[in-house]
């Protein structure tokens, strides 16, 4: 049994940090990546899930395997199990045989039936607004000894840093296309009050209100019906583009 060097670990995973897109590609990643460096460190194979709750976000889930991924949904979908009770309690909660312990028969039952005999949850600091798990699966009962245990705690610690970094990363992403949002929709209302401005020879203020005035009348978005008229005084649309006060 051989533990992956920190050194090592931290720069893998901050690779995968830079060549991943979104938080959800890093969780596929993140999970493959478990696998591959927790398997061989503990000396038994272990398929890996891990599971990122956020707030005012559904859950997301991502495998090592179709396989791994599948099992963490049931889980999360019954309410229950080893990762389930890591995230609530943020402790390393241990299922060690599915025969002898009777704590989630229905989870465990379903983990019998693809040939998992062991799994292991290990929660992931990430700070406030966010929560994840590891979910580690063994084929072999009894596979997970206090020195495999403690690999694998070790490695979540690594872990629960780059992914709390990704989250950050995300997070800022998402603001920045929120904002850009926001910049485009505010730019096309100005322009459109501009050219009611110009067909109605009225003030900005007095343009606005005719466009929200459209705007309630038709059901519509504000933005949507700044929109229109523009297309249509670009000549790429035909509605009627005038509104009058």
Known sequence: MTSPSDEST?????????????????????????????????????ECAVALRRRRRTITIAGSSEEARALDQIEQAL??????????????VLLNDVNRDPRWPDFQRELTARGYHAVLGIPLELGKDSWAALDLFAPAAGAFTPASIAIAENFARIAGDALRLAVRIGTAQLLAEDLKA???????????????????????EAAFAI?????????????EVAEELLLGLSGHVPPDTRFDA
Do not use: W, Y
């Open 10 to 46: 931290v720069s893998d995973l901050q690779d995968l940090i830079t060549e991943s897109g979104t938080v959800s590609e890093f969780l596929d990643e993140l999970a493959l990546f478990a696998a591959r460096t927790i398997s061989p460190a503990i000396g038994h194979p272990v």
């Open 79 to 92: 309410g229950s199990g080893p990762c389930m009770l890591a995230l609530e309690t943020n402790t390393t």
């Open 182 to 204: 926001a910049m485009i929709s505010r730019s096309t209302i100005d322009l459109a009050c501009g050219a009611i401005m110009a067909q109605n020879r009225c003030s900005q």
């Open 211 to 223: 466009l929200t005035r459209a705007s309630n009348h038709r059901n519509q978005k504000l933005q």
